[in-house]
């Protein structure tokens, strides 16, 4: 696996609504993450405090033992913001080769961290974004805290391959990574040839993405050192209109 590391495309603030309809996808870099949301470092640090207690995926079909996250879902109408009640997890097979068409019940968020004043800024903040590329409307969001570790050898961000999620905007946030190697991510055009590849190291920067226009993938990652665990986490966060997936 190749250790290089493509830069991130960042683009400023005032400039993230374009790139999202010009381009497919946005990227932020962490400290305008922070004036955006906005948030300090602390705010941000006890929020990702909670990806130490993620329980193990149970439901991975390749057999793996890498992936740990929880699944909570929020409806978010300009500033307001409702938890749903608690639901499975169901993408359609024809987003997700190996996992669709099943009800995945995951452990919720912890309520401590869905308590957090920076939660809802930042549901709000990304919810702003998904209007102005979609228009003013309620958004049914799907929140996902995943660390990907080496606890195999290996560990698969996106073991579906490239994909699209079947909703209107995708957020990741890359939270941190730890002693590992890979994880590149990969934007490409759903309809055409281009597409671009970078990796996201700066903890709280931000990979914006129009479902309806994008496929993403991540790369797997390695440990740096061989026997040592290593992982990678993220925020990822879907926006849909109308409903939840199999609703």
Known sequence: MTTSAFPPPCVPLDGLDAALQSQGFALIAAADVRRWLPADVAELDALHAGWDHLPA?????????????????FVVD??????APHRAHWQPL????LHGGMQRMF??????????PVWSRLLTRV?????????????FVEAHPFRIDTTDGIGRPTPEGAHRDGVDLVAVFMLGRHRVKGGESRVFEADGPSGQR???????????LDDARVIHETTPIQPLVNGELGWRD?????????GFQGE
């Open 78 to 83: 300009g500033q307001s913001v409702q938890q």
């Open 57 to 73: 995926d149970a439901f991975l079909k390749d057999g793996g033992h890498y992936r740990r996250r929880r699944h909570s879902c």
């Open 94 to 97: 024809e987003y997700n080769a």
């Open 127 to 139: 919810g702003e974004a998904v209007c102005a590329l979609r228009g003013t409307q309620p958004w």
């Open 234 to 242: 993220t925020l990822v966060l879907t926006y849909r209109s109308g």
């Open 198 to 208: 970078f990796t996201l190291t700066e903890p709280w920067s931000l990979l914006l």
């Open 107 to 116: 452990e919720p968020m912890q309520p401590e961290l869905v308590a957090l």
